[in-house]
């Protein structure tokens, strides 16, 4: 028997758990905000972001959220963490069970993805599906994992079993707070990392940067109450090895840029995807408080243009001397 699955978000992301759903044997509403946008992909089944990737018959394309919300047992919220308030809202009371499938700190409030979905829709159960996932090798059907984290175990071996196929494999995890600051603060680390090979710094400086940089989202992820563990995984470090190292990843490549003397103007006006490490980076050091994030700290000055990269990675070099 079939199970309805909306997906709100129609970019790379948002596509590919549609085709994952489909092939998990659900079908799916896959809803664009854009009419235009909607009618091209339902009229020649491709997304432009995903070429060459055909949508399953199971999959049906719309761009008013009534039809895709029709029947749905699950809601997927492909869209940037800086945008999903505004289709929060257009959620009635009572939908869900709502899954969060972005990543980052919202800009302002200071939120995570799970408190916006809180305070606007208290009722509804959530989850957050995160991890190391390039979109389109997802797509294409190359092997990965993610982790679906949500404090009701019930919930998430539900969604998992919607969601998962034997190449996209799913693992559930309890701690959906280590999960999100994971998935928030890589973005983070992988500017950082980006500016540091960008600049020419060498790949034992990445190496140090990066290890250094998980050491700082442990003490964060247990700060707000998650755990050190979760750090260990697929959202935390698993993410931190693709994004880091990858070119694919929009992070990466913005910090690459930076750091070979790019202006962020420059580098966004030419990107028609969400960077979501420049929105986060100013607001996670915000929400850290007290907690110790030099990365963070040197990623936002670069950001800001408050230091040059070069300043950047001095001033990490040049802090205090003393025990790992």
């Avoid at 670069?302 to 001095?314: F, K, Y």
Wanted: charged share 15%; hydrophobic share 50%.
């Amino acid at each position: 028997m079939s199970r309805p699955i909306a997906v709100l978000g129609a970019g790379a992301w948002g596509t590919t758990l549609a085709v994952q759903a489909a092939l998990a044997g659900s079908d799916v509403q896959l809803w664009a905000r854009d009419p235009a946008r909607a009618a091209s992909i339902a009229a020649t089944r491709e997304n432009p972001r995903l070429p060459g990737i055909r949508l399953p018959d199971a999959v049906r394309v719309t761009s008013v959220v009534s039809d895709a919300l029709q029947g749905a047992v699950a809601v997927l919220l492909a869209v940037p963490v800086q945008h999903l308030r505004e289709v929060a809202t257009l959620l009635p009371p009572g939908t869900g069970p709502l899954v969060v499938c972005a990543k980052g700190v919202e800009a302002g409030t200071l939120k995570l993805p799970l408190e916006i979905l809180d305070a606007l829709h208290p009722a509804s159960a959530a989850a957050v599906l995160t991890g190391p996932n390039f979109a389109a090798e997802i797509a294409a059907g190359l092997p990965a994992a993610a982790v679906l984290a949500a404090n009701d175990g019930t919930l998430r071996s539900a969604l998992i079993a919607m969601l998962a196929t034997p190449r996209f494999r799913l693992y559930g995890n309890a701690d959906p707070i280590g999960a999100q600051v994971g998935g928030a603060a890589k973005n983070v680390i992988a500017i950082a990392a980006g500016v540091v090979i960008g600049g020419g710094f060498g790949e034992n400086a990445r190496a140090a940067l990066v290890t250094r940089g998980l050491v700082e989202l442990s003490r964060l992820v247990v700060a707000l109450g998650g755990r050190a563990e979760t750090v260990l995984g697929l959202s935390g470090l698993g993410d931190l090895i693709l994004t880091c190292t990858g070119e694919r990843s929009r992070n990466f490549s913005l910090g690459l840029a930076l750091g070979r003397g790019a202006t962020l103007a420059n580098i966004l006006a030419g990107r028609s995807a969400v960077t979501e490490g420049v929105a986060t980076a100013p607001a996670l050091l915000a929400r850290a408080g007290t907690v110790e994030m030099p990365v963070c700290a040197a990623v936002t000055g670069v950001l800001d243009g408050s230091a040059t990269p070069r300043r950047a990675m001095e001033a990490l070099l040049a802090r205090r001397l003393r025990d790992e």
